[in-house]
């Protein structure tokens, strides 16, 4: 019974690491996986190319000419917006845009890992995170006010910061706390509606619980995830083109390395998910 019981807590200890090395040899079994991310990616880079400028204009003039705003901490924001209004919502364009691909993908991928259709393949899995597309707008709303929450909480602390440097660093790791377990509570809502074809509200709720009983697991695996394999690839990535002399070819090794581990991160997440479940 003793050694049941430890047999079976041993299990669990390993399946964070059953759901990060089943995302490798997922993609390397079907490496048209990849597609879905090449896609995003070009996607993202067209519209980086017909809003990039605004955007580095915003970057150039503020942080290297420091053409900002001569106000007080707390009007600063309103009167950015008015001196670089174009360039803002350019940025917020191509930040929505990025949000809403990488929601979309993520969708995808766990509907291809969920097994619902075997023969349904990648492409079938993104045409369906497409005609669900209600779905995926839907959460890309949620997230997206939260971003915004989160984006406004940091300003406020950064303007607390210039009172009280002691209570703004105590308050800046709770902050930092309270996305990391925010994160880990809801990661799983976006999967969960793809796999279990649920709604947002349904998702949110299943995510939340499903942290309950696995929060420790979920922690390993994105520390797995985003602390040891995604770190490790670029890095690989980033030595292997600094092999080329060509700069064409340099930038593509980066950008196969950046679709596989953007695919990889999504499919451990969801493979995690199907896993436990």
């Not at 597609?35 to 400028?53: D, H, K, N, Y």
């Not at 809403?100 to 995170?129: D, E, N, T």
């Not at 440097?165 to 308050?171: G, R, T, V």
């Not at 709770?174 to 996305?179: E, K, M, Q, S, Y």
């Amino acid at each position: 019974m003793l050694l049941h019981i430890t047999s079976k807590k041993a299990r669990k200890q390993k399946m964070p690491l059953k759901a990060a090395i089943s995302g490798f040899t997922t993609l390397l079994r079907r490496p048209q996986v990849l597609l879905p991310a090449l896609i995003v990616m070009a996607i993202s880079l067209l519209a980086s190319l017909a809003l990039g400028e605004l955007v580095f204009g915003l970057l150039y003039q503020g942080l290297i000419y420091e053409i900002l705003p001569e106000t007080g901490i707390w009007e600063f924001p309103f009167a950015l917006y008015q001196m670089y209004s174009a360039e803002i919502n350019a940025l917020i364009a191509l930040l929505g845009l990025s949000l809403l691909l990488q929601i979309w993908l993520a969708f995808g991928y766990a509907r291809f890992v969920s097994g619902k259709k075997k023969k349904q393949g990648i492409f079938g899995a993104m045409a369906y995170a497409t005609k669900n597309i209600k779905h995926v707008i839907a959460a890309f709303i949620f997230f997206g006010i939260v971003s915004v929450f989160f984006l406004i909480l940091a300003y406020l602390l950064l303007a607390f910061g210039f009172y009280t440097d002691i209570i703004a660093i105590a308050l800046w790791i709770v902050f930092a706390l309270l996305i990391i377990y925010l994160g880990i509570k809801l990661i799983m809502a976006v999967p969960i509606m793809a796999i279990e074809e649920v709604n947002l509200k349904e998702a949110l709720q299943k995510s939340w619980k499903f942290s309950e009983k696995h929060f420790w697991g979920l922690l390993a695996l994105l520390a797995i995830v985003f602390l040891i394999v995604s770190p490790a690839l670029n890095y690989v990535g980033g030595s292997i083109a600094d092999l080329f002399v060509d700069d064409m070819l340099a930038i593509a090794v980066l950008a196969i390395f950046t679709l596989i581990v953007t695919a990889y991160t999504n499919l451990a997440i969801a493979l995690y998910y199907v896993q436990k479940s």
